[in-house]
């Protein structure tokens, strides 16, 4: 299927031969802040755009870990964790294990690391601040004991209840005011469903199909009930491309072909 004339196209961002556009998130200031993972090497790089104008901020930024004066998580361990005001927060992974480590904050627009914890485990982003916690023990039994960090400093308080405050904990898709796929039964012309975003008078759809090369999936969109864009999203994939599109602001942003970021205007 070949794509209708992308009249709302705003930008791409490519992240080059062999990329995988990993994770997306924005700060609250709006910068677009994303990972880019190349499994053939296992390399792991950052990127930031200006969603507005689609200028890319900085490229195939691997931050080292000041303590070691080496790639953070190896160049490979590594991933987001939140975002504040014009930070992100980046963290490693402990060894042999699932379990995250360190907080790396760093400020989106440059790549400069402002301030690091690489003993703690981020936790939560709470009104109060950074949730984290410190692996401790006690009697030979593994404790946990929770601090409070300040998200512009890093500077450690004490924490009174974690419990409560982890639970009240907004989620990161609500803190970032971004709208994500849910699962959609039927399609707006009545056929089968995929997932669907569904923004007021915009709907946002991808429908997965199996061929014989593989899975095909097509990103589908309606505004006021008209179909008015449609682009294959994957090809010949192993499986299908779900989670693969979101909607922030006045923007559809979906990955194609694994690689490329698409930034749509809605209005």
């Not at 755009?49 to 200028?55: C, H, K, L, S, T």
């Not at 402990?94 to 690489?118: D, N, Y």
């Amino acid at each position: 299927m070949d794509a209708l004339k992308p009249f709302g196209e705003a930008w791409r961002y490519d992240g080059g031969d062999g990329a995988v556009l990993w994770q997306l998130s924005f700060t609250g200031s709006g910068t677009l802040f994303g990972q880019k993972r190349f499994p053939s090497n296992r390399r792991a790089f950052f990127f930031a755009v200006d969603p507005d104008e689609g200028r890319v901020l900085i490229d195939d930024f691997q931050p080292l870990d000041p303590a070691l004066d080496s790639p953070l998580g190896g160049g490979w361990f590594t991933g987001i964790e939140s975002t504040h005001r014009d930070l992100v927060y980046l963290h490693a992974w402990q060894e042999g294990s699932p379990l995250h480590r360190g907080i790396w904050a760093v400020l989106a627009r440059t790549g400069s690391i402002i301030w690091s914890q690489p003993g703690l485990e981020y936790v939560a982003h709470t009104d109060a601040g950074l949730l984290a916690c410190r692996q401790t023990s006690f009697a030979g039994f593994p404790e946990r004991s929770y601090v409070l960090l300040d998200p512009l400093t890093g500077k450690e308080s004490a924490c009174e209840d974690a419990s409560s405050l982890r639970a009240s904990a907004m989620g990161e898709e609500e803190r970032q005011k971004v709208l994500l796929p849910q699962a959609a039964e039927r399609l707006p012309d009545g056929s089968g469903g995929g997932e669907s975003i569904v923004c007021g008078s915009v709907v946002a759809l991808s429908v997965h199909e199996k061929t014989v090369d593989g899975w095909r999936s097509i990103l589908r969109l309606w505004i006021d009930g008209i179909e008015v864009y449609c682009d294959v999203m994957e090809e010949g994939g192993s499986m299908p491309a779900r989670n693969n599109f979101l909607i922030r602001g006045d923007k559809l942003y979906y990955i194609k072909k694994k690689r490329e970021l698409v930034a749509f205007t809605l209005s």
